[in-house]
């Protein structure tokens, strides 16, 4: 029988120098994206020097600075050790939760660019969409906004305005020939449910 202050004791980050914990579940919904876009990259992947990572492996960016991204992906092997990533991922992936949005958008983007990742997404499962910070300058700047609308209301919003309709496909900027299709991403959402926080 496992211990339970082992496996539910919430998963830590150390931001700045301090110590914060993180949420020790963060549901269903979120598990779901997460092996989504894992898959997504892993297939691409394979058998290519680059790796993908889940949130079961920390990133040791500083000294002060030791995160646990949803998502990684690190083109550098020499940054892998057993214990986890030592130095800054080529791409990162962070799904906002209640606990963690603010973190994600603020401080810990800044960190990462600073620490040199190349590209960051932040994943929002309540709106569908995925925003993209691509590196310049040691500063993650916003590059583009992508997400799935019910056809309903894009029907009712753009008529048959083909360029006022979201985009839900896009290129990262690592691979040229690699096509993220938010309807893989987004698969196991129920897309008429009313998402919350808590359902993630």
Do not use: Q
Not at 6 to 21: C, Q, S, Y
Not at 119 to 139: A, F, Q
């Amino acid at each position: 029988m496992y211990s339970k202050s082992h496996r539910d004791a919430p998963k830590k980050e150390l931001i700045n120098g301090v110590i914060v914990a993180m949420s020790p579940s963060a549901g269903i919904h979120h598990n779901h994206v997460v092996l989504s876009i894992a898959g997504i990259f892993a297939r691409y992947l394979k058998g290519k020097p680059c790796k993908v990572f889940t949130d079961s492996v920390d990133v040791y960016l500083t000294e002060d600075n030791i995160f646990v991204p949803d998502v990684t992906v690190v083109c550098n092997p020499n940054i892998l050790k057993p214990k986890g990533i030592y130095g800054a991922p080529d791409l990162v992936v962070e799904i906002l939760s209640h606990s963690t949005a603010k973190r994600d958008k603020g401080v810990k983007k800044d960190i990462y660019g600073k620490c040199g990742v190349k590209e960051y997404w932040i994943v929002d499962i309540r709106s569908l969409s995925v925003e993209v910070y691509l590196i310049d300058s040691e500063r993650l700047e916003f590059d583009n906004r992508y997400e799935i609308v019910p056809p309903d209301w894009i029907a009712e919003s753009t008529g048959d305005d083909e360029e006022a309709r979201p985009i839900t496909k896009f290129k990262t900027s690592l691979f040229d020939d690699l096509i993220i299709d938010l309807e893989e991403v987004f698969a196991e959402i129920d897309f008429d449910s009313e998402l919350t926080w808590n359902d993630e």
